[in-house]
């Protein structure tokens, strides 16, 4: 029995030192300690998914270092903005106010402004 709950224990250990971590420029998703984030949805090119960028009062040299990325640096897709906003709950973050930001002349967009709970 000794054993068994030993190799139980090792594989989960195992597992989860492979566990996909979600980052923003190199910062872990669960690193990011800050009351207030917002968050914004691009739409990817060639499928209906969207990119997610995360803005928490970082320094950025480049736009795309906003993204949400996985592990291997690809940036995530989520469905929706709001998947990310309900993603985003289990970091322990709630929507807290919601703006437009002007696109160009003739669009806006949704910027999401989350608060730490």
């Known amino acids: ?3 068994l709950i030993f190799a139980a224990a090792l594989t989960a250990c195992f597992g989860l030192s492979h566990a996909k971590a979600q980052n923003v420029n190199g910062v872990k998703l669960t690193d990011i300690h800050v009351d207030y984030i917002q968050i914004l949805a691009v739409k ?3 499928t209906d998914k969207q990119w997610i960028a995360l803005e928490h009062g970082q320094k ?3 736009y795309s270092e906003l993204y949400i990325r996985d592990d291997n640096d690809k940036k995530m ?3 929706s903005a709001i998947d990310a906003v309900n ?3 289990a970091y322990g973050y ?3 106010s919601v703006y437009t930001e002007q696109v160009d002349p003739s ?3 949704p910027v999401y402004v989350l608060k730490r709970k």
């Open 94 to 96: 709630e929507l807290l």
């Open 77 to 79: 897709e989520f469905n």
């Open 44 to 46: 990817s090119f060639l």
């Open 60 to 62: 950025v040299n480049d």
């Open 87 to 89: 993603k985003m709950k």
């Open 107 to 109: 669009s806006n967009r």
């Open 1 to 3: 029995m000794k054993k």
